[in-house]
């Protein structure tokens, strides 16, 4: 699998928060990270003034699952491109359309707690889903490749009429349709029927309406499930992308030459907004890798967040533990009502590609944060610590 990740990605990570051969990026001219213009808002209550978005959020979230699931030389796709990734992937995993919904029909455990975000707790019900697929003999990869579709474009089953529900079984009943068009049936339904009337009105918050935000684009044919997509990307991505299992396995497969201190540049950004935290970032002199470490209150490192970039110009996000293994989760300060901050868990990739973000194209590509359009509350009063003699401190903190 390791062998696989160093023929095809070049790795870069984040200051912040994630395929050409090695020796290709080793011989590359140094890689711009110039990030979109912004406008400083002038006051902290007026928000950073932008173009109208190109896209929905929902459908940029649908055109980067997309970009995970088949390869493309760019990552410009158009609607019809990105409904095609999904399809083909369906169509070309081993798992019976019979069989994906029987999974999605699944009860949810009583382990999941009610009390959870919403967000976590479609994710950790497609976690259920997925283990159940592999249960029957598939592959993580195949597993990921048949639920794409669905997650992407169907409402959790629970939220179904009875009706719409005997109608999604009729569909994978239906030996007249190849399986392309049976996986093509759950977002084009019978016009009509039952699943088609469902499939207008249930789930409501797992739609392509995020933050109210008009976009330019009128040429979305469908409606795309933004909490589908955020809980297959969080546990499906690190699999298709072929994330390495530990920070060893990075360094020794991807970064070989990371002591070499004439090809890293070292920076500690002692402020960091999106961690209030010191982070220490690594990174390539010709831009093209780089590893952020989150630095603990006695200077060890805590978290370790990766950005690789895929040959299409979007980005993979990996995040690493204080023991260096891989996880889904990275944490962020979260304000209290009493001003103080408490880390909360967010899921990955999800919590890297909303900093990571180019407000106008909606493409998940931006090296740097875009902490003035996200608004994130200043740093300056915070203490410098964890500096060694000599180091290079940031002052984009």
């Not at 970064?255 to 961690?275: C, G, I, M, N, Y």
């Not at 902490?371 to 940031?394: Q, Y």
């Given at each position: 699998?390791l062998?696989?990740?160093?023929?095809s990605?070049?790795?870069l990570v984040?200051?912040s928060s994630a395929?050409?051969?090695?020796q290709?990026l080793?011989?590359?001219e140094?890689a711009?990270?110039?990030t979109t213009?912004q406008?400083e808002?002038s006051?902290p209550l007026?928000?950073?003034k932008?173009?109208?978005p190109?896209?929905?959020?929902?459908?940029a979230y649908?055109?980067y699952?997309?970009?995970n699931l088949?390869?493309?030389s760019?990552?410009?796709l158009?609607?019809?491109?990105?409904?095609?990734?999904f399809l083909?992937?369906?169509?070309?995993?081993r798992?019976?359309?019979?069989?994906v919904v029987?999974l999605?029909a699944?009860e949810t455990?009583a382990s999941i707690?009610p009390?959870?975000s919403?967000?976590t707790?479609?994710?950790?019900?497609f976690?259920?889903?997925?283990?159940?697929c592999t249960?029957r003999?598939f592959?993580?990869?195949e597993c990921?490749?048949a639920m794409a579709?669905?997650l992407?474009v169907?409402?959790?089953?629970?939220?179904?009429?009875e009706?719409?529900r005997?109608?999604?079984l009729t569909?994978?009943?239906d030996s007249?349709?190849?399986?392309r068009e049976?996986?093509a049936g759950?977002?084009r339904?019978?016009?009509?029927?039952?699943?088609e009337a469902?499939?207008?009105m249930?789930g409501l918050?797992e739609?392509?309406?995020d933050d109210?935000?008009q976009f330019?684009t009128?040429s979305?044919?469908?409606?795309?499930?933004?909490?589908g997509l955020?809980?297959?990307?969080?546990?499906c991505?690190?699999?298709?992308s072929?994330?390495?299992s530990?920070?060893?396995?990075f360094y020794?497969?991807?970064?070989?030459d990371?002591?070499?201190?004439?090809?890293?540049?070292r920076?500690?950004?002692?402020?960091?907004?999106?961690k209030?935290?010191?982070?220490?970032?690594?990174m390539r002199?010709?831009g093209?890798l780089?590893?952020?470490e989150?630095?603990?209150?006695?200077?060890s490192?805590?978290?370790?967040e990766v950005?690789?970039?895929?040959p299409?110009g979007?980005?993979?996000?990996?995040?690493?533990?204080?023991?260096?293994r891989?996880?889904?989760?990275?944490?962020?300060?979260?304000p209290t009502r009493?001003?103080?901050?408490v880390t909360?868990l967010k899921?990955?990739?999800?919590s890297?590609?909303g900093c990571?973000?180019d407000?106008?194209?909606r493409h998940?590509?931006q090296l740097?944060?875009?902490?003035?359009?996200l608004?994130?509350p200043k740093?300056?009063e915070?203490?410098?610590?964890?500096?060694t003699?000599?180091?290079?401190?940031?002052?984009?903190?």
């Amino acid at each position: 699998m390791l062998a696989n990740v160093k023929a095809s990605l070049i790795v870069l990570v984040s200051t912040s928060s994630a395929c050409t051969p090695l020796q290709r990026l080793l011989n590359r001219e140094p890689a711009s990270t110039q990030t979109t213009q912004q406008t400083e808002p002038s006051s902290p209550l007026e928000p950073v003034k932008q173009p109208r978005p190109l896209v929905s959020n929902a459908f940029a979230y649908a055109r980067y699952a997309a970009l995970n699931l088949k390869t493309h030389s760019s990552k410009e796709l158009t609607a019809a491109q990105v409904e095609d990734a999904f399809l083909h992937s369906a169509e070309q995993s081993r798992v019976p359309f019979a069989t994906v919904v029987e999974l999605l029909a699944l009860e949810t455990p009583a382990s999941i707690s009610p009390e959870k975000s919403t967000s976590t707790k479609r994710t950790e019900e497609f976690q259920f889903q997925h283990q159940n697929c592999t249960a029957r003999g598939f592959s993580a990869v195949e597993c990921c490749q048949a639920m794409a579709w669905p997650l992407a474009v169907l409402p959790r089953v629970s939220s179904l009429s009875e009706v719409s529900r005997k109608e999604l079984l009729t569909l994978a009943s239906d030996s007249n349709r190849t399986k392309r068009e049976q996986f093509a049936g759950l977002a084009r339904p019978q016009r009509g029927g039952a699943l088609e009337a469902s499939l207008s009105m249930a789930g409501l918050e797992e739609s392509s309406e995020d933050d109210g935000t008009q976009f330019e684009t009128n040429s979305e044919p469908l409606s795309y499930r933004l909490l589908g997509l955020k809980a297959w990307l969080g546990v499906c991505h690190a699999t298709l992308s072929f994330a390495p299992s530990t920070l060893s396995d990075f360094y020794q497969t991807l970064a070989p030459d990371f002591t070499d201190s004439s090809r890293w540049q070292r920076v500690l950004h002692a402020k960091s907004r999106a961690k209030r935290l010191p982070r220490r970032v690594y990174m390539r002199r010709d831009g093209a890798l780089s590893v952020a470490e989150t630095l603990a209150q006695d200077c060890s490192v805590s978290e370790t967040e990766v950005i690789a970039r895929r040959p299409d110009g979007a980005l993979n996000y990996w995040v690493y533990d204080a023991n260096g293994r891989l996880t889904p989760e990275s944490h962020f300060p979260a304000p209290t009502r009493g001003g103080q901050y408490v880390t909360a868990l967010k899921l990955a990739p999800d919590s890297c590609m909303g900093c990571h973000y180019d407000f106008v194209s909606r493409h998940f590509d931006q090296l740097k944060v875009s902490a003035d359009h996200l608004r994130l509350p200043k740093t300056a009063e915070l203490p410098v610590r964890c500096a060694t003699p000599n180091e290079t401190i940031a002052e984009d903190n």
